[in-house]
């Protein structure tokens, strides 16, 4: 078993175990705990898979952000220590056998589908490439969506300090 | 080197974490957490896109670019779900979906 391997069962291993976890654990700072450990083994795949930057971009975005965005509302909205009630077993049942169906079509799909992949010399783009595609207007470049998400950021910004601030008090 | 690992490993791994997102979509009753399973579910998609970059189109980078792009919708939308978040809990101090089913005010 070669190195790459073994990185990823590891990292996939990791994901899949904390998922699980997140989606069940009954303390909901765990499940945010749990969250950001599948958030840097992803980050984990995508250095084994040689994109640097997305992994970085990972890590700090998403892991750095977004999880710490949510500790932080976890702590403005519910006391550390609660703990969820037991699901229902009939829920539980019932979407786990949904659940299973859809992942298990779409598993068969999968391994039935026959990828002709191209693995040649998997070299890691680097920032002077991404940097030109993502302001070039040419064939490769990305600069449409690279403006409009500009413009969705900033009016995700601006809207979400119109609704989290206070109202005036009559 | 990486072509020991077939492809659909990877699209087994990331359908696998789509679908417990799924899992916990349906069963979880706080917001936040469902927040978190939509999370899960935006980066099993995000896998599925490096994947295929990296295996089907490597001299191309729109898989990395898409997956860049995703990243960002996801930072909006956590950061506008929680506004919402913080803003239903100031008006019904509680944000358990079951108890909060009064959109109107």
Redesign the interface.
């Known amino acids: 078993m070669?190195i790459?391997?073994l990185m990823?069962y590891l990292f996939?291993g990791m994901?899949?175990l904390f998922?699980?976890l997140?989606?069940?654990s009954r303390r909901?700072l765990r499940?945010?705990v749990y969250?950001l450990f599948?958030?840097v083994s992803?980050a984990g795949?995508?250095f084994?898979?040689?994109?640097q930057f997305?992994a970085a971009?990972?890590l700090t975005?998403?892991a750095g952000?977004?999880v710490v965005?949510?500790i932080f509302?976890?702590l403005?909205?519910?006391h550390i220590s609660q703990k969820?009630e037991p699901?229902g077993v009939k829920?539980?049942v019932f979407?786990?056998l949904?659940?299973?169906a859809?992942?298990l079509l779409?598993?068969m799909t999968?391994?039935d589908?026959g990828?002709d992949?191209?693995?040649?010399?998997?070299q890691n783009?680097d920032m002077e490439?991404?940097g030109t595609?993502?302001l070039s207007y040419e064939k490769?470049g990305?600069v449409l969506?690279f403006e409009v998400?500009s413009v969705?950021?900033l009016?995700?910004?601006v809207?979400?300090?119109v609704?989290?601030k206070?109202e005036k008090s009559k | 080197m990486l072509s020991e690992i077939p492809l659909s490993y990877f699209l087994v791994v990331s359908t696998l974490m789509f679908f417990i997102g799924i899992y916990g979509f349906l069963t979880r009753k706080n917001l936040i957490t469902i927040l978190m399973a939509v999370e899960l579910i935006l980066n099993s998609v995000n896998i599925n896109f490096v994947a295929f970059n990296r295996y089907l189109f490597p001299d191309q980078l729109e898989g990395h670019f898409f997956s860049l792009f995703i990243i960002a919708v996801a930072a909006a939308e956590a950061a506008v779900a929680i506004a919402i978040i913080i803003s239903v809990y100031r008006r019904y101090s509680n944000i358990d979906v079951e108890r909060v089913d009064t959109m109107k005010f």
């Open positions: 070669s790459h391997e990823f996939s994901i899949l998922s699980v997140t989606v069940t909901i499940a945010a969250l599948v958030l992803t795949i995508y084994m898979l040689n994109y997305l971009v990972q975005l998403y952000g977004i965005l949510i509302s976890i403005l909205t519910s969820f699901l829920k539980m979407s786990a949904a659940v299973a859809g992942a779409s598993i999968i391994l589908f990828f992949t191209v693995v040649t010399t998997s783009p490439l991404i595609s993502l490769n990305y969506p998400i969705l950021l009016a995700a910004m809207a979400s300090i609704i989290a206070k």
